[in-house]
């Protein structure tokens, strides 16, 4: 059993970053796919970005892209997501989650955090 605890939320004005961090523990983090999510009260949950399991790989959500960077640490277990240029509609709690690369696009994932609050003033 995966658990993933996220951290680094907070409140930023527009323009701001943030960078969010996911620490695993209890299997082996250097196995799966990594993806982060976000969801608001008015959304369903979205994908946002992902990394392959040796981190050689990445891909964005179309509106973060060129703003946020995902990045993990095998050796550390943690997974980060740089976030840039912030924007008000960025505001969402989210979310790392572990899995199949395959399905990281499609939010099917076998674990996941708790979550963590990112706020973005105007």
């Known amino acids: 059993q995966v658990q993933l605890v996220e951290s680094g939320g907070g409140l930023v004005q527009a323009g701001g970053s943030l960078r969010l961090s996911c620490a695993t523990s209890?299997?082996?983090?250097?196995?799966?796919?990594m993806g982060w999510y976000r969801q608001t009260p008015a959304k369903a949950r979205e994908f946002v970005a992902s990394?392959?399991?040796?981190?050689?790989?990445?891909f964005y959500a179309e509106s973060v892209k060129g703003r946020f960077t995902i990045s993990r640490d095998n050796a550390k277990n943690t997974l980060d997501l740089q976030m840039n240029s912030l924007k008000p509609e960025d505001t969402a709690v989210y979310y790392c989650?572990?899995?199949?690369?395959?399905?990281?696009?499609?939010?099917?994932?076998?674990?996941w955090g708790k979550g963590t609050l990112v706020t973005v003033s105007s």
């Open positions: 209890g299997g082996t983090f250097s196995s799966y796919a």
């Open positions: 989650a572990a899995g199949n690369y395959r399905l990281v696009t499609t939010g099917h994932m076998d674990y």
């Open positions: 990394i392959n399991a040796s981190g050689g790989s990445t």
